[in-house]
């Protein structure tokens, strides 16, 4: 086979799976090619049709249950139309509800022996009940085009493994030598596969082939390469694997608990069977499907990789990410609490849930998440930091910036990745009225990140507002801009820097295309009007001024506004 990209391999795999095409209505979809006749039949039809159209729209908003229930209730009323069966397997697989699912990958297949997914899913029950050789029966059915052409080799491998065919196993891994940045992902297969028939040497090979800065690349990889090492009684290996990792991820919350717990017990092997390196497969995939914004194909996979192993951690925070992007916070928490608290991962587990929470409003409960984590976890910053912006969301900026002052005490030594952590910091501080305190932070955060252009704005536009450093203030944000230039508020900040020196026509020119950028904020549209008035377009002013009123600002801002569209603003009234 010619080498190929996830990208052309899942390119050309949509296109093989397409369905049959269907009668088309007006609106390009229809649930039958034929449509009896009769009232009855009438009002049927239209049941069905409106189901169809009630799980699109369900699937639009992210409500993945719900559209499963309607395309299910559509289906019922045409079971044979292979586009409702696609659609309904893929949202019942990609619910979890893998019983439902079998029975429609069977009906599927019968219409489309082709469709990639529904034939794996029927290997993954076979791998499930260990009945190996019926799930090879499946695989040798996928086409050898598309995805399948990654899937086929790799769960193929595994079902030789549970046949005790272990040459033949590893024979099947060449199929993805001549497919492009495949290779990490085929040694490591390899090497799990010597190390579960107990070729050491072999296994330690693979592995080596891997290099530990291409598996200091991969969270799974590094994990795996570090494993087999620890278990070899090679610690110090181990270590310099994980570090690596860590090097390049200097924020993984989970490498640096794994490497605590490396003198604490012998580790366990991460696949001790064929189902569990099938598992392992379907995850590689699964993660490989979300980098490239298949999600909803990652669901599926990753939903099949949890069937054969149900206690796998990794694979639960994978699924919690993609539910988290398809923005369904309940039920990514759901699957976040599965992860047990003798993982790694429940640390990372429970940081996500206390943020879906946040998101649902129940801001009470995420509190109490973190301040549990903080307390388990006494040296790590992330739920102090956590904290600090679940409160300064709130606008409780005093709790804001205990909580962030509390996470900077934990950090040992600044590094680049602090400088948020120095920002948030210095706005609560900023919005408690410690400006010193809080102006330090900004120049810390700098120090770490210089030309950040979200602090040299704050930073600036503070200045600016306290009629301070202006010039220092209109060199900065003119950068900023740069850097920025579609960030309405940066623009903003860079017009009233012009205002405030007395360039009023470029502040004209800034403050309107600011306006443009964000024409909902009070303060840009007030800010517009008075540059308006500096250069005598005084019914414009008062134009803007009106539409400042209109946008609800603060009280304070409000009666200023008021004040200014009674008696404009004095000859030398500056802002």
């Known amino acids: 086979?010619?080498?190929?990209?996830?990208?052309?391999?899942?390119?050309?795999?949509?296109?093989?799976?397409?369905?049959?095409?269907?009668?088309?209505?007006?609106?390009?979809?229809?649930?039958?090619?034929?449509?009896?006749?009769?009232?009855?039949?009438?009002?049927?039809?239209?049941?069905?049709?409106?189901?169809?159209?009630?799980?699109?729209?369900?699937?639009?908003?992210?409500?993945?249950?719900?559209?499963?229930?309607?395309?299910?209730?559509?289906?019922?009323?045409?079971?044979?139309?292979?586009?409702?069966?696609h659609n309904t397997f893929m949202l019942v697989a990609g619910e979890g509800r893998m019983d439902r699912a079998r029975e429609l990958a069977q009906r599927v297949l019968a219409i489309n022996p082709s469709h990639g997914p529904a034939r794996v899913l029927l290997a993954v029950e076979a791998l499930r009940d260990r009945d190996?050789?019926?799930?090879?029966?499946?695989?040798?059915?996928?086409?050898?085009?598309?995805?399948?052409?990654?899937?086929?080799?790799?769960?193929?491998?595994?079902?030789?493994?549970?046949?005790?065919?272990?040459?033949?196993?590893?024979?099947?891994?060449?199929?993805?030598?001549?497919?492009?940045?495949?290779?990490?992902?085929?040694?490591?297969?390899?090497?799990?596969?010597?190390?579960?028939a107990g070729r050491d040497g072999a296994a330690a090979e693979a592995f080596d082939a891997i290099g530990t800065d291409r598996a200091a690349q991969?969270?799974?990889?590094?994990?795996?390469?570090?494993?087999?090492?620890?278990?070899?009684?090679?610690?110090?290996?181990a270590r310099t694997v994980y570090r690596a990792y860590m090097a390049r991820n200097p924020e993984s919350a989970v490498m640096e608990i794994a490497l605590d717990r490396l003198d604490q017990s012998a580790p366990a092997p991460l696949v001790s069977s064929a189902a569990e390196g099938a598992a392992e497969a379907l995850f590689n995939l699964a993660g490989l499907l979300n980098q490239e914004g298949a999600s909803d194909l990652a669901l599926v996979y990753d939903r099949m990789a949890l069937r054969l192993r149900p206690d796998f951690p990794i694979g639960r925070i994978l699924l919690g990410e993609v539910l988290s992007a398809q923005n369904r916070p309940e039920a990514a928490i759901d699957v976040y609490r599965d992860v047990p608290e003798t993982s790694p991962y429940h640390y990372i587990a429970q940081l996500r849930i206390a943020g879906g929470l946040d998101e649902l409003g129940r801001p009470d409960e995420a509190i109490d998440i973190l301040e549990t984590q903080a307390a388990a976890f006494p040296e790590r910053f992330e739920p102090l930091y956590q904290l600090g912006n679940l409160h300064r969301a709130d606008e409780n900026f005093e709790r804001a910036e205990a909580a962030y002052a509390r996470a900077l005490e934990r950090i040992p030594e600044l590094q680049t990745r602090h400088w948020t952590v120095l920002y948030f910091h210095g706005i609560a501080l900023e919005r408690t009225d410690r400006w010193e305190a809080a102006e330090a932070r900004f120049k810390q955060a700098l120090e770490l990140q210089p030309e950040q252009p979200y602090v040299m704005n704050?930073?600036?536009?503070?200045?600016v507002?306290?009629?301070?450093?202006?010039?220092?203030?209109?060199?900065?944000?003119?950068?900023?801009?740069?850097?920025?230039?579609?960030?309405?508020?940066?623009?903003?900040?860079?017009?009233?820097?012009?205002?405030?020196?007395?360039?009023?026509?470029?502040?004209?020119?800034?403050?309107?295309?600011?306006?443009?950028?964000?024409?909902?904020?009070?303060t840009i549209n007030d800010h517009l009007g008075d540059a308006y008035w500096k250069v005598g377009r005084k019914q414009e002013a008062r134009f803007q001024w009106q539409r400042a009123l209109s946008l609800d600002p603060d009280a304070?801002?409000?009666?200023?506004?008021?004040?200014?569209?009674?008696?404009?603003?004095?000859?030398?009234?500056?802002?």
């Not at 609106?27 to 006749?37: D, E, K, S």
């Not at 991969?218 to 290996?237: E, K, Y």
């Not at 450093?469 to 820097?497: F, H, T």
Request: glycine residues 8%.
């Open 1 to 85: 086979m010619a080498a190929a990209s996830l990208a052309a391999l899942l390119t050309v795999s949509c296109a093989s799976e397409a369905q049959r095409p269907i009668a088309e209505a007006g609106n390009g979809q229809r649930i039958a090619t034929a449509q009896p006749v009769g009232e009855a039949a009438a009002a049927e039809n239209s049941t069905a049709y409106g189901a169809y159209l009630a799980g699109i729209y369900a699937n639009s908003q992210g409500d993945l249950g719900a559209a499963a229930r309607y395309m299910s209730q559509a289906l019922a009323a045409d079971p044979q139309n292979p586009r409702l069966l």
């Open 132 to 196: 190996f050789e019926a799930a090879q029966q499946q695989l040798e059915q996928l086409p050898a085009q598309g995805l399948a052409a990654l899937v086929k080799p790799m769960l193929s491998a595994w079902t030789q493994v549970g046949l005790g065919e272990t040459d033949a196993a590893l024979k099947r891994l060449r199929a993805l030598e001549p497919m492009n940045g495949f290779a990490a992902l085929r040694r490591a297969h390899l090497a799990l596969i010597n190390d579960l």
């Open 218 to 237: 991969s969270l799974r990889l590094a994990w795996l390469l570090g494993n087999f090492h620890a278990r070899q009684g090679d610690l110090d290996q």
């Open 458 to 463: 704050y930073l600036a536009y503070s200045w």
């Open 465 to 522: 507002e306290q009629k301070q450093n202006l010039e220092r203030a209109q060199d900065m944000l003119r950068r900023a801009v740069e850097l920025r230039p579609e960030d309405g508020y940066i623009v903003d900040s860079l017009g009233w820097v012009y205002y405030r020196l007395g360039k009023y026509a470029k502040a004209v020119e800034k403050l309107e295309r600011a306006v443009e950028l964000r024409p909902a904020d009070p």
């Open 556 to 575: 304070d801002k409000a009666e200023t506004i008021e004040a200014k569209l009674e008696d404009g603003l004095n000859a030398d009234d500056n802002g």
